[in-house]
């Protein structure tokens, strides 16, 4: 299963647009949001996905029950900031904040950590358990716009920058 993993599009509607059209190119199954799409109408944008969308809340969200309602107008999924899940045979933890990863992925409960919020790419493995941060969809930070495809059966991902 091809995984699409995406985080921090903070309203940002160019890059959330190339980001769906570089995850519908990709024909991912599942697109997972970490977090920080701050607005309803950059939700919205995320509507023209090809694939099932579930998302977590992050810790700029504002309006939040205007963000479930654009998720509910899309067909999508919004789950809280923590959010267990099995992706194929492997289990995933999807988080926002990176607070205590480590610590977590130590505990060997999950074959992948998928967390945002830090705007930094990240890849590493704690043990079995690979760690990933699809970095910035919105490119405010670093300049650069990414987003990641995990594919469950080699456990492995790559990244994409726009």
Known sequence: MRVGLIGDTHDHVLRIRESVSIL???????????????SPFAVRELGRLQAP?????????????????AFAEIGARLEAQWWETRLGDRRAL????PRGVIDVAA?????LIVYGHTHERDERRIGEVLVVNPGEACGWLGGIGSLAIY??????????EF
């Not at 969308?53 to 309602?69: M, V």
């Not at 999807?94 to 904040?97: A, S, T």
């Not at 594919?151 to 994409?160: G, K, L, Q, W």
């Open 107 to 111: 505990g060997r409960a999950y074959d």
């Open 94 to 97: 999807v988080m926002h904040e």
């Open 151 to 160: 594919d469950t059966e080699d456990h492995e991902v790559t990244f994409h």
């Open 24 to 38: 519908n190119r990709a024909g991912v199954e599942i697109v997972i949001h970490v977090g920080d799409y701050c």
């Open 53 to 69: 969308l579930h998302g977590i809340t992050g810790n700029n969200d504002g309006d939040i029950f205007q963000i479930q309602r």
